[in-house]
């Protein structure tokens, strides 16, 4: 319920075909150029980090330890299985331990964003709030080769006992884009009715056209459309001289009948499988607004369908929500269990940072079926609440089984965990030890990265720690406040009303300089007028 644990700007154009000037591109249109981007994705003051293969962490103390070694197998091809360390003979108590699966998804941010923009309340059960803690660049340190640096801080809140501990993840800084492998993406796209509201199709359309004059010659498009059926418009293609060819495919794209996204599904799969390219990013991209009403809806049911060309050939799906009305959870759900990830997009400028800067991290993987393990130390922990994550929860006995589903993330990506930590009066020594195992994307060899945090490195307010750390500390209050309204949640503790964090958010923008977050102060601000509120804040 509460999950509180008790512990004893713009891009030079491409060369080749049309350009972009071949079509008026209006603000929102770009938002949907981050199909080209963000879709080739699968998208401190701690102590030392410290690196081993498949080896127990436990930052220099043996109470408690991350959970013991479990057989490792998976049924990908090539997976071979690390060296692993002894475990302990006797796991920790669950009570100390915090397990989930990586999430480098933002789609719950964008789409709260459109939604108050527009004088609405967004909905609490599409407010995830990992997604508007990852939504913000973080300056941790980032390793040399494939895999994570591990970051621990934290800082105490105005609330008694009560302190923010952040666990941060970063992989090696991104290439060039002539320094990615090639890509292989199969676009799946809705055509239903639905999308025929301005700012959806037509902007999908636009939006392909720009991405593939910007492509390299070596990466391949196919296009797979879906309403009451699907179709494979256009097999892999490589771009190369072939441009035109998926500019006429792409011209052909009207909004017919209903919404079979299971269909699309499947059929962005099969073509997916028929056009596979050895040594290449091999994507399937969701484009729609997932308003699914005809066919299969289940999420569940829909991966089933699809699971083999997963598993085997390790084929990711990465989502692209659209429109104002948005099937959140479905196309969450997709992506969660689907080796993937989501984004929300809604405006120029967000379309562009995303194309022009992050293409590169998107193209390619540093680490497959990643995981987290926080083991909090009972002697000076009382309680620990992650904030977020929900849907990506593992169990503390799986964090070593490399068989259960982590997340999967590429380079220049950061991944953020935020708790709220009470301590034990008096505590005083080893407050925490976060854990990040992954496997390699190519051997599928298991590796670990550890870090720690002592009682003595909390700083001594949230608001006088970092700038990066009290963006993380604001973003995850304002979803806290936003989601007040579902039943499962009580408030944060420490939670400020909406206008002090709205001003907070001002201030760090000006400090910063940083569009994201002035643009973050500006949803709070608008929340703050339509007097949403958490249950325990006063006005």
Not at 215 to 233: G, I, M, N
Not at 239 to 249: E, K, S, T
Not at 306 to 335: K, P, Q, W
């Amino acid at each position: 319920m509460n999950h509180i644990r008790t512990a004893a700007d713009a891009c030079r154009p491409g060369d080749g075909g049309r350009t972009a000037t071949r079509r008026r591109i209006g603000g929102s249109l770009l938002a949907l150029t981050v199909a080209g981007a963000v879709l080739l994705t699968g998208c401190g003051a701690g102590g030392g980090n410290n690196s081993s293969d498949g080896a127990d962490k436990s930052g220099g103390r043996n109470l408690p330890l991350p959970a013991p070694v479990q057989p490792t197998g998976g049924t990908a091809k090539g997976d071979q299985r690390g060296e692993q360390s002894d475990a302990p003979e006797v796991a920790p108590s669950p009570d100390h331990l915090s397990t989930f699966a990586l999430d480098v998804d933002t789609a719950s941010y964008g789409y709260a964003r459109r939604t108050l923009a527009s004088g609405g309340v967004p909905d609490p059960a599409t407010i995830r709030p990992e997604e508007f803690v990852n939504s913000f660049r973080q300056d941790y340190e980032r390793p040399e080769g494939n895999g994570f640096s591990v970051t621990v801080d934290g800082a105490r809140t105005d609330d008694g006992r009560w302190s923010l501990v952040r666990v941060g993840l970063a992989t090696r800084a991104a290439g060039s884009e002539s320094e990615r492998p090639p890509a292989a993406l199969t676009f799946v796209i809705d055509i239903s009715g639905s999308m025929s509201e301005p700012g959806r199709l037509d902007l999908a359309r636009e939006s392909l056209d720009v991405m593939t004059d910007r492509l390299r010659d070596d990466d391949s498009v196919a296009l797979v459309t879906f309403s009451d059926e699907a179709e494979t418009v256009l097999p892999m293609t490589r771009l190369g001289d072939h441009r035109n060819r998926v500019h006429q495919a792409i011209d052909r794209l009207e909004p017919t009948d209903s919404t079979n996204l299971a269909a699309g599904v499947e059929a962005g799969y099969a073509t997916a499988v028929e056009g596979l390219r050895e040594g290449a990013t091999n994507r399937v991209v969701l484009i729609s607004d997932a308003l699914a009403n005809t066919g299969d809806t289940d999420a569940d049911s829909i991966l089933e369908r699809i699971s083999s060309a997963r598993r085997e050939h390790g084929i990711t799906l990465f989502g692209v929500g659209v429109g104002s009305d948005y099937g959140d959870a479905l196309m969450e759900r997709l992506a969660d269990k689907g080796d993937g990830h989501t984004t929300y997009v809604s405006s120029r400028d967000e379309a562009f940072t995303v194309f022009c800067d992050q293409l590169p991290q998107n193209i390619d993987l540093t680490a497959r079926d990643a995981k987290a393990q926080v083991a909090f130390d009972p002697e000076t922990v009382e309680q620990f609440r992650l904030i977020g994550y929900d849907n990506r929860k593992v169990a503390d006995k799986d964090f070593r089984d490399d068989r259960v589903d982590g997340g999967e993330v590429g380079p220049g990506h950061t991944v953020t965990a935020l708790y709220a930590v009470r301590t034990r009066p008096g505590a005083s020594g080893h407050l925490a030890t976060a854990t990040v195992r992954w496997l390699d994307p190519d051997s599928r060899a298991p590796h670990e990265e550890s870090g720690s945090l002592e009682t003595g490195s909390l700083r001594s307010g949230v608001w006088t720690a970092s700038r990066s750390f009290q963006v993380t500390a604001v973003a995850a209050y304002f979803a806290d406040v936003l989601r007040s309204g579902d039943a499962r949640w009580s408030s944060l503790p420490g939670v400020p009303p909406l206008g002090e964090l709205a001003s907070r958010a001002g201030a760090l923008a000006k400090d910063t300089e940083d569009k994201d977050i002035a643009s973050l102060a500006t949803a709070i601000g608008q929340a703050d007028k339509l007097h949403i509120c958490s249950v325990d804040c006063a006005r």
